[in-house]
């Protein structure tokens, strides 16, 4: 057989000599430069799964996963945690009258007391929560219907507010804050108190500043006009939301840097919840004395005034005391992911290895020597 020369040019679509005719060069025009990224001549590496990498990765997998998910499912169970229904669907609720008569347009406050007890006593800092059930928070048009600009203290959003915050944009006036998501604002009033076997009552000190994030508090929320602690020229060409009771500046009146846009219980509620089933932070119960425990076993009233319907979308509402660790909340879920995980490897890795054994020298056996 003669031997040919090579010409990379040739392999590229060019060959020396005359000229060829248009629509041939057209065609050939169409192959892939001769490059090692387009002929897929780039260096490349592919592990070889052999029983010698497989069965250590398997076994080393379960070996750390395992412990780590103890340890992380023991720390959660060792958060205390007490929950209690108060939204009053049960006629032998103390709130069944408040949640059959209330409703957004109710002028006077409906007030009840439900009592509880707690079996053990919360050590350090207990954090209070409220929770709703079937509430969606996710629903898209929810979700964009806020005008950050606004949010963010900026003066000509204030009185020309996004178009995103229909149908809640005015109501004659401009309504700052607007949109649903501030309309639609958690008010009920939460006290706590603890009755001694007397039966005399003394309130919980519950603390409402830290309860929202450093960046919302200081970045993303901002009053209109500075740091002006009187907020009622600056909102005067407004209004406050259709549901709400009082205007944006009463929120909180006592303190200047808990009012208006910047107010925490606003903040916090206008950071959306990606599940219907939710809790947010409402207080934080800050222990005082190394000596005695934060929440004492014993029992407790809850006093609720009742400002917040749930009955038109099938809610529920919750009161939420818990104590946290250095993984946060009581949430079991990532200890049994890690254990689960763990073992399945670890199990996977004693199968592997038996068939291994088993199967590995005949197959070797087998093999025709070259």
């Given at each position: ?33 001769n ?22 990765a ?26 209690i229904?108060?939204t009053?669907v ?11 008569s ?14 509880f ?7 350090g ?20 219907s ?9 003066m ?21 804050p ?7 604002l ?17 309130q ?11 960046t ?5 929320f ?5 740091n ?10 407004t ?9 944006v ?41 190394m000596m ?7 029992n ?12 038109s ?8 005391l ?14 049994i992911a ?6 399945i490897?670890?199990f ?23």
């Amino acid at each position: 057989m003669m031997a040919t020369s090579y010409n990379a040019k040739e392999e590229d679509g060019h060959r020396s000599g005359p000229s060829i005719t248009a629509g041939v060069s057209t065609d050939r025009s169409k192959k892939p430069d001769n490059t090692a990224f387009k002929q897929q001549r780039l260096p490349a590496w592919q592990p070889i799964l052999t029983a010698g990498t497989v069965l250590p990765a398997f076994f080393a997998i379960g070996v750390i996963f395992i412990p780590i998910g103890i340890g992380l499912y023991v720390t959660s169970n060792n958060i205390k945690e007490f929950e209690i229904d108060y939204t009053g669907v049960d006629t032998y609720s103390p709130c069944f009258n408040c949640s059959q008569s209330y409703s957004w347009n109710s002028t006077k406050p409906c007030t009840c007391v439900v009592s509880f007890s707690l079996d053990q006593a919360f050590e350090g800092n207990v954090f209070m929560y409220y929770g709703l059930s079937n509430f969606y928070q996710n629903h898209r048009r929810y979700v964009k219907s806020r005008d950050d600009r606004q949010l963010n203290g900026d003066m000509s959003a204030l009185t020309d507010p996004s178009k995103e915050c229909e149908p809640y944009r005015k109501n004659v006036k401009p309504i700052a804050p607007c949109g649903a998501i501030a309309n639609s604002l958690f008010n009920d009033t939460l006290e706590l108190n603890y009755i001694f076997l007397n039966g005399t009552q003394a309130q919980i000190p519950l603390s409402k500043k830290g309860i929202a994030w450093w960046t919302d508090k200081h970045v993303k929320f901002r009053n209109p006009g500075g740091n002006n602690s009187n907020l009622l020229p600056v909102f005067q060409d407004t209004t406050k939301p259709i549901n709400w009771a009082k205007p944006v500046y009463e929120l909180d009146i006592t303190d200047p840097d808990n009012n208006g846009f910047i107010n925490e219980d606003f903040i916090v509620w206008m950071r959306t919840a990606a599940l219907p089933t939710f809790r947010k932070l409402y207080r934080i119960i800050q222990k005082n004395s190394m000596m005695t425990p934060t929440l004492p076993r014993g029992n407790y009233s809850l006093h609720i005034t009742y400002n917040y319907p749930v009955r038109s979308f099938d809610g529920r509402k919750r009161m939420i005391l818990s104590t946290i660790s250095w993984m946060g909340g009581k949430n079991p879920f990532l200890g049994i992911a890690y254990i689960t995980v763990g073992s399945i490897c670890f199990f996977l890795g004693v199968v592997l290895f038996i068939i291994h054994q088993k199967y590995g020298n005949r197959s070797k056996g087998a093999e025709i020597p070259s």
